[in-house]
């Protein structure tokens, strides 16, 4: 009796329940209603959704916002941005509007579009609410996503949007409009004075809009910025981003509970490492480049197309007659990738490796390759073809140049003046060019480096190809991975080829580009 008469609960004795444990036995709210097209993310998703959904949807989230970021680093103008990423979204994040819908109204493709828009953007909320930087970052490129999404819809969804935030806006009295009508109308460039005596004026703390009050767009009075309702959009871009980072704030204070569940942190963890440089995978049909002629002969002319990482390790292998081991593993593969055969990337080492004999090239080097290929090894390196070629997120992340190794990423293990020396060897001299190289390097954006060399280097072809509508698409995505640089870069100068023959015959490699 007295044995069991210890675990009742009493008056006395209580039985308390951790928080953590109770907090979540029943959800105060259930399956979202997505009214609006835009959202702010006030409200976090609980219904269930499978584990590969968690990961896809992030994934396709972080497609997006990843060359969304690449746009402003590559100097692209508003229109530009626009127009590439209008596909992108379409193919990775559709949200259409309401009026997309043969009723008028949200049907369930609409509603699935908005659950994955809503649900994608939680996931990575919690892949980068780890750290400040990664907190800063996401909150500027989820907001130059919402600014996308906010200026192409419907206006009449976009107001009422608006209206449904609810937000702390006092509207300005025909008493104040009219005592303040001449400063209105001086502070407000562009605004006319039939504008100023009609239109809608908004009351609102001067921190709510720092961007126009530090252009001069508005009239500030007694701490209160007065902002047409033509700059609506600046105020709930304030809204969103002021909303989001306390968010971040409060996802990165909540973070260690997850760190026991090791079926979302690994993928989480992978989110976060893929913002920093984005992952790419690389298949057979990336590398397939009809008519090129792909051989061990023709390395050296192919090489004017490889990015610094495999023109650097061509070099040295050309000086030292030799790589070690991963500048050799990075370099196989890459030359696998843009579609060189196994017994030609054989004859290609062993004809680099003039310094040793048959002998020991065979007892040495030789298996090394022919594993890459999956020729030899387990039944599952056969299968699968041996080992994928190398994306820049692994050579950046992945095993670190020692001393005496020349493998990994120049523009992040190199010194930035021995960076700059090997660009200008292999033709880059362009100072402005140099200067922005330095510039992304010391903000570590490795990738956005190479692709200021690429586009510097095929300026004129890139130029002409999107007059005449060759050259578009996933052609003009940012390049994440070295063989992705190698196709585009010969794919262009066989265009240059081309025009310059005045025939569409191409055949045979040509390298009309800047590098030399």
Same mark, same amino acid.
């Given at each position: 009796?007295?044995?069991q008469?210890?675990?009742?609960s009493?008056p006395?004795r209580?039985?308390?329940?951790?928080?953590?444990?109770?907090?979540?036995v029943?959800a105060?709210?259930? &399956?979202?209603?997505?009214?609006?097209?835009?959202?702010?993310?006030?409200?976090?998703?609980?219904?269930?959704?499978?584990?590969?959904q968690?990961e896809?949807?992030?994934i396709?989230?972080?497609?997006?916002?990843?060359?969304?970021?690449?746009?402003s680093?590559?100097?692209?103008?508003?229109?530009?941005?626009?127009?590439?990423?209008?596909?992108?979204l379409?193919?990775?994040l559709?949200?259409?509007s309401?009026?997309?819908?043969?009723?008028?109204?949200?049907?369930?493709?609409?509603?699935?579009?908005?659950?994955?828009?809503?649900?994608?953007?939680?996931?990575l909320?919690? #892949?980068? #609410?780890? %750290?400040?930087?990664?907190?800063?970052?996401? %909150?500027?490129?989820?907001?130059?996503?919402?600014?996308?999404?906010? &200026?192409?819809?419907?206006?009449?969804?976009?107001? #009422?949007?608006?209206?449904?935030?609810q937000?702390?806006?006092?509207?300005?009295?025909?008493v104040?409009?009219?005592?303040?009508a001449?400063q209105?109308?001086?502070?407000?460039?562009?605004?006319?004075?039939?504008?100023?005596?009609?239109g809608?004026?908004?009351?609102?703390?001067?921190?709510?809009?720092?961007?126009?009050?530090?252009?001069?767009?508005?009239?500030?009075?007694?701490?209160?910025?007065?902002?047409?309702?033509?700059?609506q959009?600046?105020?709930?871009?304030?809204?969103?981003a002021?909303?989001?980072?306390?968010?971040?704030?409060? %996802?990165?204070?909540?973070?260690?509970?997850?760190?026991?569940?090791?079926r979302?942190?690994?993928?989480?963890?992978?989110?976060?490492?893929n913002?920093?440089?984005?992952?790419?995978?690389?298949?057979?049909?990336?590398?397939?480049?009809?008519?090129?002629?792909?051989?061990? #002969?023709?390395?050296?002319a192919?090489?004017?197309?490889?990015p610094?990482?495999?023109?650097?390790?061509h070099?040295?292998?050309?000086?030292?007659?030799?790589?070690k081991?991963?500048?050799?593993?990075?370099?196989?593969?890459?030359?696998k990738?843009?579609?060189?055969?196994?017994?030609?990337?054989?004859?290609?080492?062993?004809?680099?490796?003039?310094?040793?004999?048959?002998?020991?090239?065979?007892?040495?080097?030789?298996?090394?390759v022919?594993?890459?290929?999956?020729?030899?090894?387990?039944?599952?390196?056969?299968?699968?073809?041996?080992?994928?070629?190398?994306?820049?997120?692994?050579?950046?992340?992945?095993h670190?140049?020692?001393?005496?190794? /020349?493998?990994?990423?120049?523009?992040?293990?190199?010194?930035?003046?021995?960076l /700059?020396?090997?660009?200008?060897?292999?033709?880059?001299?362009?100072?402005?060019?140099?200067?922005?190289v330095?510039?992304?390097?010391g903000?570590?954006?490795?990738?956005?480096a190479?692709?200021?060399?690429?586009?510097?280097?095929?300026?004129?072809?890139? &130029?002409?190809?999107?007059?005449?509508?060759?050259?578009?698409g996933e052609?003009?995505? %940012?390049?994440v991975?070295?063989? /992705?640089?190698?196709?585009?870069?010969?794919?262009?100068?066989?265009?240059?080829?081309?025009?310059?023959?005045?025939?569409?015959?191409?055949?045979?490699?040509?390298?009309?580009?800047?590098? /030399?």
């Amino acid at each position: 009796m007295n044995a069991q008469s210890q675990y009742r609960s009493g008056p006395k004795r209580r039985n308390v329940v951790s928080y953590r444990k109770k907090q979540f036995v029943s959800a105060s709210y259930g &399956q979202y209603e997505y009214t609006h097209r835009l959202n702010l993310y006030r409200t976090p998703p609980v219904a269930e959704i499978t584990l590969e959904q968690f990961e896809q949807w992030a994934i396709d989230r972080l497609r997006v916002i990843s060359e969304l970021e690449a746009c402003s680093f590559r100097n692209k103008t508003p229109s530009e941005t626009t127009s590439h990423m209008t596909p992108l979204l379409a193919r990775y994040l559709p949200l259409a509007s309401n009026t997309a819908s043969p009723t008028g109204w949200i049907d369930g493709r609409l509603q699935n579009e908005r659950q994955k828009d809503h649900y994608s953007h939680f996931i990575l909320r919690l #892949a980068f #609410a780890s %750290t400040e930087d990664l907190r800063r970052r996401f %909150t500027r490129v989820e907001t130059a996503l919402f600014r996308l999404r906010y &200026q192409d819809a419907d206006p009449r969804e976009r107001s #009422a949007f608006v209206e449904s935030l609810q937000l702390d806006w006092n509207m300005v009295s025909d008493v104040e409009r009219k005592e303040y009508a001449q400063q209105l109308q001086n502070s407000t460039p562009g605004l006319k004075k039939q504008d100023s005596d009609e239109g809608g004026w908004f009351k609102v703390d001067w921190e709510t809009v720092p961007e126009l009050v530090e252009n001069r767009k508005v009239f500030v009075r007694s701490g209160k910025a007065f902002v047409p309702v033509r700059e609506q959009l600046s105020m709930v871009l304030a809204e969103f981003a002021k909303q989001l980072e306390r968010g971040l704030e409060l %996802t990165g204070r909540a973070l260690p509970q997850l760190d026991e569940d090791d079926r979302l942190t690994p993928i989480l963890n992978h989110l976060s490492k893929n913002f920093a440089t984005p992952d790419a995978s690389f298949s057979d049909s990336d590398a397939a480049m009809p008519g090129a002629n792909i051989s061990y #002969a023709n390395i050296d002319a192919l090489s004017q197309h490889f990015p610094l990482c495999m023109r650097n390790l061509h070099r040295t292998l050309r000086a030292t007659s030799h790589l070690k081991h991963y500048g050799r593993l990075q370099y196989t593969l890459f030359l696998k990738g843009i579609g060189l055969t196994l017994e030609d990337c054989l004859v290609f080492w062993r004809h680099s490796f003039k310094l040793i004999t048959d002998d020991t090239f065979n007892k040495e080097y030789r298996y090394n390759v022919r594993h890459a290929y999956g020729d030899v090894g387990g039944d599952g390196n056969r299968r699968g073809r041996g080992y994928s070629p190398f994306s820049c997120q692994k050579i950046l992340t992945e095993h670190p140049p020692g001393s005496g190794e /020349t493998h990994g990423c120049p523009y992040r293990h190199f010194h930035i003046d021995n960076l /700059t020396t090997l660009l200008q060897v292999t033709g880059v001299t362009d100072r402005d060019v140099l200067r922005g190289v330095k510039e992304d390097v010391g903000k570590q954006r490795y990738h956005i480096a190479c692709n200021r060399v690429f586009d510097w280097a095929h300026k004129a072809e890139i &130029q002409r190809g999107k007059a005449d509508g060759t050259w578009q698409g996933e052609n003009l995505d %940012t390049i994440v991975h070295p063989n /992705t640089y190698f196709k585009r870069s010969y794919l262009l100068g066989q265009q240059l080829l081309a025009e310059r023959q005045g025939a569409t015959d191409m055949k045979e490699p040509t390298f009309g580009n800047n590098l /030399t």
